[in-house]
């Protein structure tokens, strides 16, 4: 009886660990450009992120956290400093969400980012990052790294062109934001810290995908 | 080029106001070492306005705790902020030791209309800063008299070790006659402690929400725990996320005995996230908990929600799988048992 049982209950439980395993599948999940994503919580000291951003408060990820801005960051302050280099505002880019705790639970922060150009010509490639820290004060604390900001980041090209609009090249959108920031006199380091998010160097659809997981830090003065 | 004001080096806090407590040993202190005003210009490429000789074997962390105290007052020109023109750029103060920043205090404009003095009573300016041990805090910037800040924060570990380092101080901004004048009041001080910051929870007890012609009112109650223990006496703050990501104004939680409450008003969805600020007295936590006209408890990420729910359908597919099983199993066995009993038949 209680092998029949047990046999019997075999595919109902497959199905159960299944259940789970897909649940977890999300997390790892779909991105908005239809590929698995291995989410990760990065953590240090009693503050946490994702190390994706995400659409709409996390019904699918967006592109890889891969910029750390630390020791005098704060949304605003980056922003400016990137606009008066002729970066663009929130006038053209979309919405898009970071998941974050410093340490007492966690919270969504919404970003338009900083991009230049605004909309890229045919054959133009713009540089696109998304800055995340809790809305309440722009910016985390902790004792590693001072007052800090994480950012997202990718290419848009072609974007006013009839034709042929691409999305992605997030690890060379990092080596751009990065550069500029080092033309500010802000000391940076590339590729400084593994990230857990990276991505094979592909085509998928009109994105392409490329990260190599390990992001890049800036400190700012 | 940076200025240095350097102040002689002391290890008395020497300040009758806020002296040291018996667990905390003094580093460097204004009271000892008076620094004077400084201006947003002299500020503007930094100002060193003390040095620190830390003893040997110095270092954050593990049952040494540096921590720093500050009390500033902040004088911003009146007749600047009443020019500010509209979408003004944020500036900032911002205080650091050994080139690590511990103290940023940002001013930014409440209105993206711009700023005016003519009404004597606000600038149009509002104040914030952000720290482990109070949190994030804010306050309007007056027209006619200066703010105070009082702030304290722990020191980033790589700037606490054997030796003198710099403290400096620093304005940012589009144009450094916003601020007037800067004065440590005495105090300010670094302090070393063995007591680090504590692990600060917020806990959404029972929300209740009720729309009324288009007004949301909202009761929360919160219970705040400071290392696992539930305690009185913090300073909790809720406002509401505006549907634009901003902050609204914080509405102050009040002790019942047992736990904290707070109401809030809006127009608008009843559905809203709040955040909840508390502070005790050696730390802080930020959180935020989403209410809506269904009575909503504390909603977490949605890695967290996913999880949950995962954990709840495992338990649910797994009993299904039990009870058709057992069904199965048991239809198996009659089946069986008719056969069985076909064949003695």
Not at chain 1, 46 to 57: A, H, L, S, V, Y
Not at chain 2, 10 to 35: F, H, I, K
Not at chain 2, 88 to 116: E, I
Request: charged share 20%; proline share 5%.
């Amino acid at each position: 009886m209680r092998r029949a049982y047990l046999r019997a209950a075999f595919l109902p439980l497959a199905a159960a660990v299944a259940t789970l395993c897909s649940l977890l599948a999300v997390q790892t999940a779909d991105a908005e450009h239809g590929h698995a994503v291995s989410l990760r919580i990065v953590s240090v000291s009693e503050d946490q992120f994702i190390n994706w951003d995400f659409k709409n408060k996390g019904t699918a990820a967006d592109w890889p956290i891969n910029i750390l801005f630390w020791n005098n960051a704060e949304v605003d302050k980056i922003k400016t400093r990137y606009r008066w280099d002729g970066w663009f505002g929130s006038e053209c880019g979309d919405t898009m969400w970071g998941a974050l705790s410093d340490g007492g639970g966690w919270m969504w922060d919404s970003d338009d980012g900083v991009k230049t150009p605004c909309t890229p010509a045919c054959f133009v490639a713009a540089t696109h990052m998304r800055l995340y820290a809790p809305p309440a004060t722009d910016r985390l604390y902790n004792l590693a790294w001072g007052y800090y900001v994480i950012a997202s980041t990718h290419k848009d090209r072609n974007e006013a062109c009839p034709f042929g609009t691409k999305h992605g090249w997030s690890e060379d959108a990092e080596q751009d934001a990065v550069n500029t920031a080092k033309g500010f006199g802000w000391r940076a380091g590339h590729d400084w810290a593994d990230f857990f998010n990276p991505l094979a160097s592909v085509y998928l659809g009109n994105h392409y995908l490329q990260n190599d997981g390990r992001a890049s830090h800036v400190q700012v003065p | 080029m940076s200025v240095a004001i350097v102040a002689a080096i002391s290890l008395n806090c020497g300040d009758d106001s806020r002296p040291c407590t018996a667990s905390e040993r003094c580093e460097w202190s204004v009271a000892s070492a008076p620094v004077p005003a400084l201006t947003g210009q002299l500020l503007a490429n930094g100002a060193e306005v003390a040095r620190i000789a830390f003893p040997e074997g110095a270092r954050q962390g593990a049952g040494q705790w540096y921590r720093i105290d500050l009390e500033l007052e902040v004088d911003v020109q009146r007749d600047l902020a009443g020019k500010l023109p509209a979408g003004t750029v944020p500036a900032y103060l911002s205080l650091a030791v050994d080139g690590a920043t511990v103290f940023q205090l940002k001013l930014s404009p409440v209105s993206a209309t711009g700023s005016s003095c003519s009404s004597r009573s606000n600038s149009g300016l509002e104040w914030s800063t952000y720290g482990l041990v109070y949190g994030a805090q804010r306050g309007p910037v007056p027209c006619d008299d200066p703010f105070s800040v009082r702030f304290a924060n722990y020191l980033q570990a790589r700037s606490v070790h054997a030796g003198e380092v710099p403290v400096t101080l620093k304005f940012e901004g589009p144009d450094p006659r916003l601020v007037g004048s800067v004065v440590l009041r005495p105090g300010s001080k670094v302090v070393v402690s063995e007591e680090g910051p504590p692990r600060v929870e917020v806990r959404l007890g029972h929300a209740s929400v009720t729309t009324d012609g288009g007004t949301t009112r909202a009761r929360v109650d919160f219970s705040v725990t400071v290392d696992g223990k539930p305690v009185g006496g913090a300073k909790v703050d809720v406002s509401r996320i505006t549907d634009s990501q901003g902050v609204g104004p914080a509405t102050a939680a009040a002790w019942n005995g047992e736990g904290y409450e707070a109401g809030l008003a809006w127009d608008g969805s009843p559905e809203a996230t709040l955040l909840v600020s508390a502070a005790v007295a050696r730390g802080s936590t930020l959180a935020m908990v989403e209410v809506g006209a269904a009575d909503g408890g504390p909603a977490g990420p949605a890695k967290a929600a996913l999880l949950a729910e995962g954990i709840v359908m495992m338990l649910f597919a797994l009993m299904i799988a039990l009870w058709i099983g057992r069904r199965v199993a048991c239809g198996r066995l009659a089946i069986r048992a008719e056969k069985s009993g076909n064949r003695r038949h």
